[in-house]
C-alpha cells in the first residue's frame, strides 16, 4: 500500500493559462475523489469516479473544469483559463467500495496551486 | 450557517493533557463521522471512522458520536508534541460525499 500519490505537488502558472494535475489512487480502490481546500478551511468536495464513471460534480466545479478517469485507474483534473480564485490546495482522494462494507477515504499530499 | 461547525482555535495544551476537539452539525442525516489530522502543506491522514452513534477507541484516540444532539468529540489522551497539527471532523450522509469543519489547530507544548 503506497497511499494516494499527487503529481506535481506544486504548481505555479500565469493567470489564464491551463493547468492538470496526476492522481494514482490506492491500487485496489475503485473509488476517486477530488476535493479543494483553501487557507483555513476544510477541503470541499468537487467530484467522485466510481471506476472510470463520474458520478456526481459539485456546482463549484465550474465549465473551466474537467477531470477523467480514464481505464478507472489514475485520475486528471484539467482547469482551463485559470484564474486568482483557482489558488488553492487540490486535494485526491480514493476508497473502496465493495457492497460489503464502506470504507474510509485516504487522501493523497495534494497540489499546491498558485496563480501569478 | 454551514451544514458542520468546528472552532478554529488555536488550541494549546501542556504535554500530557487531555484534548477534547469537538464539531457540531446540523444535518441530522449524517451517518458516517471522521476525524482526519492534517500537518502543514500535507493532506489529511485519517484517525477514525465511525457510523451512527456510540464510542470507538484507538490508541491514545476516542471518538464519540452524540446524534442526538448533533455533537461529535475526539479525545486525545497522554498529548505529544508530534500531535501539533490541524483536526478536521468530517460528516458525510452517503459514502461519497465528505463535508468538512474548518479544522482546530493543536499546539502541545513541550
Known amino acids: 500500500d503506497t497511499g494516494v500519490s499527487q503529481d506535481p505537488r506544486h504548481k505555479i502558472t500565469k493567470r489564464g493559462q491551463n493547468v492538470t494535475f496526476r492522481c494514482d489512487p490506492i491500487s485496489e480502490h475503485n473509488r476517486l475523489y477530488w476535493y479543494r481546500q483553501t487557507l483555513g478551511q476544510g477541503p470541499e468536495f468537487l467530484t467522485y469516479f466510481q471506476n472510470e464513471a463520474q458520478l456526481e460534480k459539485s456546482r463549484l466545479l465550474s465549465d473551466r473544469f474537467s477531470a477523467e478517469r480514464p481505464k478507472g485507474s489514475f485520475s486528471t483534473l484539467e482547469i482551463q483559463r485559470t484564474e486568482q480564485g483557482d489558488s488553492a490546495m487540490y486535494l485526491c482522494?480514493?476508497?473502496?467500495?465493495?457492497?460489503?462494507?464502506?470504507?474510509?477515504?485516504?487522501f493523497g499530499d495534494g497540489t499546491r496551486l498558485s496563480i501569478l | 450557517q454551514k451544514e458542520v461547525e468546528q472552532d478554529p482555535g488555536p488550541l494549546s495544551v501542556p504535554e500530557g493533557a487531555i484534548v477534547s476537539l469537538n464539531c457540531t452539525y446540523s444535518?441530522?442525516?449524517?451517518?458516517?463521522f471522521m476525524w482526519y489530522r492534517q500537518y502543514s502543506r500535507k493532506g489529511p491522514e485519517l484517525l477514525m471512522y465511525t457510523y451512527s452513534s456510540g464510542n470507538k477507541e484507538d490508541g491514545r484516540f476516542t471518538a464519540q458520536v452524540d446524534k442526538s444532539s448533533k455533537y461529535i468529540s475526539l479525545f486525545i489522551r497522554d498529548s505529544q508534541p508530534s500531535d501539533s497539527a490541524t483536526y478536521l471532523c468530517a460528516m458525510s450522509v452517503g459514502t461519497y460525499k465528505y463535508i468538512f469543519g474548518t479544522g482546530t489547530r493543536l499546539k502541545v507544548l513541550a
Open positions: 444535518n441530522s442525516a449524517f451517518q458516517y
Open positions: 482522494a480514493s476508497s473502496l467500495e465493495s457492497g460489503v462494507g464502506n470504507q474510509p477515504q485516504h
